[in-house]
């Protein structure tokens, strides 16, 4: 079974789905679903439409450059049929695929490090244009806090009489 990709979008594409377009020049062409096919054929750019893979790599969103993907490529020399040589090459296609995701969360942990302090820094500017929202606010949640405590405490001590403990009020008596 042979798992071919998306011309446009660069999803898998599997065996039965999807359309397989052949050009005049015999150039074969496949697409995963119509969508991507309709936006072929109205010669969009796969690089400038926002959900493609080749826009997130031009975009560095994601990898572009990385060893694993050398494993990706297609290799078109037939080899016989060997069970070890299978089992060994599904064991390094499992390990390449755990190096590859490692990789993926480290580039993206690395990128969002960067945009964390952008978007501290846009938080702080946001809340420095309408203060005056703010501190109404901020004044209140103080009085929200007391009194939620104290209705909790409440709670609990209505709680202890119906069991029949002794109540304590939470407050030093002296």
């Not at 999803?11 to 679903?33: A, E």
């Not at 037939?78 to 390990?95: F, S």
């Not at 995701?101 to 846009?122: I, L």
């Not at 007391?146 to 069991?163: C, G």
Request: include cysteine; hydrophobic fraction near 30%.
């Amino acid at each position: 079974m042979r798992v071919d990709k998306c011309y446009f979008c660069s999803s898998p594409c599997y065996p039965g789905h999807g359309i397989l377009f052949v050009r005049n020049d015999s150039k074969t062409f496949r697409f995963c679903r119509s969508k991507c096919h309709r936006n072929f054929n109205k010669k969009r750019n796969p690089r400038k439409v926002a959900w493609t893979k080749a826009y997130r790599k031009t975009r560095g969103k994601e990898m572009a450059v990385d060893s694993t993907f050398e494993f990706e490529k297609r290799r078109n020399r037939p080899v016989k049929y060997d069970r070890d040589l299978m089992g060994k090459t599904i064991l390094a296609m499992q390990r390449v695929q755990e190096i590859k995701s490692k990789r993926e969360e480290r580039f993206h942990a690395n990128r969002m490090k960067d945009a964390k302090v952008v978007k501290k820094s846009q938080a702080r500017v946001e809340i420095e244009k309408s203060i005056e929202l703010l501190a109404p606010a901020v004044a209140k949640r103080e009085e929200v806090m007391r009194t939620v405590v104290d209705k909790a405490r409440e709670r609990i001590a209505q709680r202890k009489r119906q069991r029949g403990q002794k109540v304590s009020t939470g407050m030093d008596e002296s």
